[in-house]
């Protein structure tokens, strides 16, 4: 798989990063323009100079798990990735995880994959961090939106309100509104203090 790098007035990428046979399923870029991360199938996270593509400067381990969610906290020097049903926070200098948290089924909550998923696992499918705050917003395969401090010294709020797995999240500009969009077909705009305002259907299908 590769990733590209892509200058809006310009057909073809400026760069490519190479990632071999991978599928590159996430990337995100650095608060300061920087950096560029990507998350692979085979649960490779990788850090690269977009300037000089040719080889990751940094590469992250999830223990093989689908990297689904990547996104650069507002922190300096770290990164959060979601993989199977954990989120990470990482210190890229040191390439150490220095928080982890791993999610378990919600009460009510979709089992996704049916009997499939043997032990009812949620997993995170998407993932987004505030550039104003250090939260951390995740998408979950059972029907829920969560939001964690990066360090999980607390319980994760859970926002109830999708039918499916939730499959994507994103943040408005002022950091406490979400949108968040369902394989239930539809997108649920959230204020994290009071709860969902507003429902948007009208999508036939995922």
Request: charged content about 20%.
């Given at each position: 798989?590769?990733?590209?790098?892509?200058?809006?007035?310009?057909?073809?990428?400026?760069?490519?990063?190479?990632?071999?046979?991978?599928?590159?399923?996430?990337?995100?870029?650095?608060?300061?323009?920087?950096?560029?991360?990507?998350?692979?199938?085979?649960?490779?996270?990788?850090?690269?100079?977009?300037?000089?593509?040719?080889?990751?400067?940094?590469?992250?381990?999830?223990?093989?798990?689908?990297?689904?969610?990547?996104?650069?906290?507002?922190?300096?020097?770290?990164?959060?990735?979601?993989?199977?049903?954990?989120?990470?926070?990482?210190?890229?200098?040191?390439?150490?995880?220095?928080?982890?948290?791993?999610?378990?089924?919600?009460?009510?909550?979709?089992?996704?994959?049916?009997?499939?998923?043997?032990?009812?696992?949620?997993?995170?499918?998407?993932?987004?961090?505030?550039?104003?705050?250090?939260?951390?917003?995740?998408?979950?395969?059972?029907?829920?939106?969560?939001?964690?401090?990066?360090?999980?010294?607390?319980?994760?709020?859970?926002?109830?309100?999708?039918?499916?797995?939730?499959?994507?999240?994103?943040?408005?500009?002022?950091?406490?509104?979400?949108?968040?969009?369902?394989?239930?077909?539809?997108a649920v705009v959230w204020d994290v203090r009071r709860g969902p305002r507003l429902r948007l259907e009208g999508h036939n299908g995922t």
């Amino acid at each position: 798989g590769v990733g590209c790098v892509w200058s809006m007035d310009q057909p073809l990428p400026i760069a490519k990063l190479d990632h071999n046979k991978e599928a590159v399923l996430r990337c995100a870029w650095s608060p300061d323009g920087q950096m560029v991360a990507t998350g692979t199938d085979t649960g490779r996270v990788r850090l690269w100079d977009p300037t000089r593509p040719v080889v990751p400067f940094t590469e992250l381990s999830c223990d093989d798990q689908q990297v689904f969610g990547i996104s650069f906290l507002s922190t300096p020097g770290r990164l959060v990735t979601g993989a199977g049903s954990d989120i990470t926070v990482w210190d890229i200098e040191t390439q150490t995880a220095i928080s982890k948290h791993s999610m378990a089924l919600s009460e009510n909550g979709v089992v996704f994959g049916g009997v499939r998923n043997e032990d009812s696992s949620a997993y995170v499918f998407d993932l987004v961090c505030p550039t104003s705050s250090p939260a951390i917003v995740a998408a979950v395969s059972d029907g829920t939106v969560r939001v964690f401090d990066p360090a999980f010294s607390r319980p994760g709020a859970i926002l109830r309100g999708h039918a499916h797995g939730v499959t994507a999240v994103v943040l408005g500009q002022s950091g406490t509104t979400i949108v968040s969009a369902s394989a239930d077909s539809s997108a649920v705009v959230w204020d994290v203090r009071r709860g969902p305002r507003l429902r948007l259907e009208g999508h036939n299908g995922t």
